[in-house]
């Protein structure tokens, strides 16, 4: 393995976070920013052209401004990296498309970041972790769009145990909150009325628990508290939402356990990564670390602002790529749809 030649710029543009990075060869943070987009919370959700055209709006600026930050030209870096999937196709276009041209402009080597792999990867950044966090381990990715355990098994090499059947569970936080009224996205502003509510106070199903396999459901739990809404419309919402969260955190405990079993009746790891948006949950963290505990596993996560999107985990995964010779041909095209196991070589 070696080092890049030099400073790797990471971008990032797969959903409504437009973020830009500069990581030193070695992962060292030079520069960072990340713009949540404003103009989704009067939809109440993202909506992919507004999202997209918001992109080719501020990446530019963005990414001169981290640049500048680090003190770097262009010429200076050693490779360009972006998400190219999955996630919203206009935006994955915006952002594949800048880094190649700036790739291609500076003769630098491009890599097509999988989203997924650099949230898996996040954890290996130096600095998080006393020890860095070796492979193989299990990652549960918990965001908006996406839900699902993975053998991390190494760069490129990942082993999907189960995902969610439905909803992803940032997606039912956020559609919960809407239904408390609170303002989008929900996820947190849900657990900070739930600080203040009782988990114990209405019984929600905790839909899977039990059942074999590590697969995910949260439908039916959405509907659960739509109905509760309906019937109890004078309930405390802040009971509601720390029931809800209670919910949510005693499945994600169970599934985890499954996976853990899975894991380590094959595998030598016994880390649970936890990564994604969701991943900043203070309670659904602590529900996780005493599932890890419960199996001889530690939990590892990595702080909050690089649980939901940005783009120092894209440069992240670039640099563990360039180290392993890896990169992408400028013809590569994004991919809205981009299973972790198919980066298998
Ligand atoms: O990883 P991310 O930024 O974007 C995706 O790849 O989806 O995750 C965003 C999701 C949203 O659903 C948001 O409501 C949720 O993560 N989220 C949270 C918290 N912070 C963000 N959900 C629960 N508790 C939080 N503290
Ligand atoms: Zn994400």
């Given at each position: 393995m070696s080092l890049p030649a030099g400073p790797v710029l990471g971008i990032e543009t797969s959903c409504d976070e437009t973020a830009a990075a500069v990581l030193a060869p070695?992962?060292?943070?030079l520069g960072e920013a990340v713009l949540s987009q404003p103009e989704h919370g009067r939809f109440g959700g993202v909506v992919p052209e507004v999202a997209a055209r918001a992109h080719l709006d501020h990446l530019p600026r963005l990414v001169a401004g981290v640049l500048d930050r680090a003190g770097l030209g262009c010429a200076a870096l050693g490779g360009v990296a972006a998400t190219a999937g999955p996630g919203l196709i206009g935006g994955l276009i915006v952002g594949s498309s800048f880094a190649k041209g700036l790739a291609l402009a500076h003769r630098l080597p491009f890599v097509a970041v999988n989203h997924l792999e650099a949230h898996a990867l996040t954890i290996r950044l130096p600095g998080l972790e006393a020890a860095e966090v070796a492979f193989p381990y299990l990652a549960l990715l918990i965001s908006g769009g996406h839900c699902q355990c993975v053998a991390v098994l190494g760069v490129g090499h990942h082993q999907r145990l189960g995902g969610t059947i439905d909803d992803a569970v940032g997606e039912a936080f956020d559609k919960v909150a809407k239904l408390l009224?609170?303002?989008?996205?929900g996820g947190p502003a849900l657990e900070r009325l739930a600080a203040g509510g009782d988990p114990q106070r209405f019984a929600l199903p905790r839909p899977l628990?039990?059942?074999?396999?590590c697969d995910f459901s949260f439908s039916g739990l959405k509907t659960a508290v739509a109905h509760l809404i309906a019937a109890q419309?004078?309930?405390a919402a802040a009971d509601i939402a720390a029931s809800f969260q209670q919910a949510v955190a005693d499945v994600l405990g169970d599934r985890a356990d499954h996976a853990m079993a899975a894991f380590a009746a094959r595998l030598a790891g016994r880390t649970l990564v936890v990564a994604g948006g969701v991943a900043a949950n203070a309670t659904l963290r602590t529900a996780l670390a005493a599932a890890a505990a419960r199996r001889g596993f530690t939990l590892r996560a990595p702080p909050p602002r690089l649980c939901?999107?940005?783009?120092v985990m894209v440069a992240w995964a670039g640099i563990e790529r360039l180290r392993r010779g890896l990169s992408d041909p400028l013809a590569t095209a994004p991919r809205p749809r981009w299973p972790l196991e198919s980066l298998a070589r």
């Open positions: 070695e992962g060292r943070v009224g609170l303002a989008w996205p628990r039990g059942r074999p396999g419309p004078d309930a939901g999107d940005n783009a």
